[in-house]
């Protein structure tokens, strides 16, 4: 890992300096045990401020819509994945954007770690040779890491990033194929359990929005949940319904363009299971379609409407 | 006095004779208040809520009125929730937090009767910080784990009691029937050792932090400090102390009930105009908005600051941006003249 942060340091710092980007969006030391934090470094010499770790869990695809300055990034599987997919979307110019690929080895998911600990503090932890040695008041325990990597990064299929213009370290090992245990599991519940499971977990939704926010792909300048003519679903959260409704539509419209990197369920404070919908969206997009997202700058997206531009006729002037 | 812990069951359940209860209840993996029905469902044994209980006085969306259209007018019912409530457990921070609040809801030109009729009905059962978690720096806004500031009674955890401190005599009514004995010598030498063992690990320091927000509206010191952020509500839903909310009707047909709802500073739509303009266009006005509302607005309207150091914001935070260290970087940066 501190390999892996030299080597981003002194690129970033190259980049700078020749002034071939004006910023470099990486992960900073967080506050939190285990937590790196979104950093952006515009000076050289600020350079050092990056580093690489198990905690860089953000996708920073995020932050790299409709930049005006020339960008480099630096980019996890999953984060390039995004950015492939924010492309093929006219959302990031491609001529603007110098990624620097990282291999990811998973990231550690802090959810995991609290349950582990059962109410005692993490306030320090330390990763070396497979093992996470979680440090707190009158305790220390060793946790083979496996166990508290997130739950995507134990499925994710494209650790190395599938589009960058530097590579960082050697590639790591792909796992084996994603079974999609998870999903099919959720499928075959009777209609009435799926819907209770949904209820249940989405009536702690606050609707704080965190995993809008923090998903890439939501990037409609208006959200149809903050639509108020007409009025998609209320604004109340006095029905739980319409919590389910909210992320039913969320699960739909990235369908085809959810690259499955967990941004969404990281970042809902109430430890809601996002990733059930998501996945099963990823999984019937894969069926139906033998679309994966972001993995291909050429391969167009299967949803994107089937617009014939030479041909202007196909619509009439209402738009049917 | 002196409560038993085996006791506590048997007083929650006396106790929802005549008040609904909330309390600290374990959901999935964090801890949440919610109405209890039995005095087992209290889980005392917990570090900070979720979510704070703010929600039982300010709920996420409560019914202001509900209305029907009829041919002659229109009918009017008023929904005020004049139930007698309990809260048990609550952390000092969050019984400082409604101290705060109530300046909001009740000020020279406006009651609101929806959050004071609570507020006038719930009786507030503190419970000490045996042990603070590193993120908490409620001492540095003039609390402490062991605070009785808006409480009616305090519990001090010792072991295999609770030494309960009588604060109000809406306190002291609780307590009624229960014939509790009075705190023995050793008790209280226990939970002096209690209170002084809850050091807290983290200190902000505001000295000047105010003087310095007057006159920083412009400096440029906003651009960058604000560029992580995502701009979701995790933090101010889950801040004791943020209080903005939208009102919105929602009808079907010839009724409806008009609803009051949380909102926050860090939503575009929370400034948008009917225009179309928004006077808070971008990611920067809206974080320095939050800040400033804390630290310097509130301040200068309640002479308060709108923080009270629980430090949910900082675990929540889906990107880690940390309110000690947005403090700090403010602290340190050079004051310039609030000119354009």
């Keep these: 890992m501190s390999e892996l942060t030299r080597a981003i340091q002194e690129t970033a710092q190259k980049l700078l ?197 923090a998903c890439p792909m939501c990037f409609c300048e208006e959200c149809f949940v903050d639509c108020s003519m007409p009025q998609w679903l209320s604004k109340s959260s006095l029905n739980v319904q319409d919590n389910v409704f909210f992320q039913a539509v969320r699960a739909l419209h990235l369908a085809g363009r959810c690259v499955d990197c967990g ?58 | 006095m002196l409560l038993n812990k085996g006791q506590l069951t048997d007083w929650l359940n006396q106790l929802m004779q005549a008040y609904q209860v909330f309390a600290p209840i374990k959901e999935g993996d964090y801890f949440c208040f919610k109405q209890i029905n039995s005095g087992d469902q209290a889980t005392l044994n917990y570090t900070n809520s979720k979510v704070p209980p703010k929600e039982v006085l300010f709920p996420r969306s409560e019914k202001l009125f509900c209305y029907r259209c009829e041919n002659d007018g229109v009918q009017l019912t008023e929904q005020i929730d004049e139930s007698k409530k309990i809260i048990v457990g609550l952390r000092p921070c969050d019984a400082k937090s409604f101290l705060l609040l109530d300046g909001v809801f009740k000020s020279d030109k406006y009651h609101d009767p929806y959050y004071l009729t609570r507020r006038n009905n719930t009786v507030l059962v503190g419970l000490g910080c045996n042990q603070p978690a590193s993120t908490c720096f409620c001492t540095s806004l003039g609390g402490g784990p062991f605070a009785t500031e808006g409480l009616d009674l305090l519990l001090v955890d010792i072991g295999d009691r609770y030494v309960v401190e009588v604060l109000t005599d809406r306190g002291r009514e609780l307590l009624a029937g229960m014939e509790l004995p009075a705190a023995d010598q050793e008790a209280k030498e226990t939970a ?67 609803i009051r709802n949380w909102d926050a500073c860090m939503f575009p739509l929370f400034t948008l105009h009917g225009s179309g303009h928004n006077p808070r266009p971008t990611g920067k006005e809206r974080f320095r908005q939050r800040v400033m509302h804390k630290f310097k607005y509130f301040v200068d309207n309640f002479n308060a600051i709108a923080c009270v150091g629980c430090g949910r914001c900082i675990i929540n935070c889906p990107v880690n941006l940390d309110i000690r260290e947005v403090l700090a970087e403010i602290q340190g940066s050079e004051v310039r003249s609030d000119k354009q």
Aim: glycine letters at 6%; one cysteine or more.
């Design chain 1, 17 to 213: 300096q020749n002034k071939e980007v004006e910023l470099v969006v990486g992960f900073a030391e967080g506050s939190l045990p285990l937590r790196n934090t979104p950093c952006f470094v515009r000076q050289p010499e600020e350079a050092q401020r990056l580093v690489w770790g198990y905690g860089c869990e953000n996708n920073l695809a995020n932050y790299l819509r409709q930049r005006p300055e020339k960008v480099a990034v630096v980019a996890k599987g999953c984060d390039s994945r995004s950015i492939v997919e924010l492309i093929k979307e006219n959302q990031i110019d491609r001529n603007k954007l110098v990624v620097i690929g990282v291999p990811c080895r998973g990231m550690i998911d802090r959810k995991k770690v609290t349950r582990l600990l059962a109410g005692k503090e993490l306030l320090e932890a330390e990763i070396r040779d497979g093992q996470v040695v979680l440090k707190g008041k009158e305790f220390s325990e060793s946790v083979p890491l496996e166990q508290l990597l997130h739950d995507t990064c134990l499925t994710c299929q494209h650790p190395n990033p599938v589009l960058f213009d530097i590579m960082m370290g050697e590639p790591v090992p792909v796992k084996e194929a994603d079974s999609f245990v998870d999903v099919a599991n959720f499928e075959v519940k009777a209609p009435a359990e799926k819907r209770a499971y949904l209820i249940q977990e989405l009536s702690r939704c606050i609707r704080c929005y965190a995993c809008r926010q």
């Design chain 1, 263 to 320: 941004a969404c369920d990281r970042a809902c404070p109430m430890g809601i299971d996002l990733r059930t919908l998501t996945r099963k969206m990823v999984k019937d997009v894969q069926e139906l379609f033998g679309y994966t997202a972001g993995v291909s700058l050429d391969q167009k997206p299967p949803l994107a409407a089937p617009i014939n531009t030479t041909s202007p006729a196909t619509f009439n002037q209402d738009g049917r």
């Design chain 2, 192 to 258: 002096r050792r209690v209170k002084e063992g809850a050091a807290l690990s983290t200190q902000v320091n505001l000295e000047g932090l105010k003087s310095k927000l007057d006159v920083i509206f412009y400096d440029p010191i906003w651009d960058l400090i604000h560029e992580k952020c995502l701009g979701c509500a995790a933090c101010t839903y889950t801040c004791p102390t943020c209080h903005c909310f939208d009102i919105v009707d929602e009808a079907e047909g010839n009724e409806g009930c008009r």
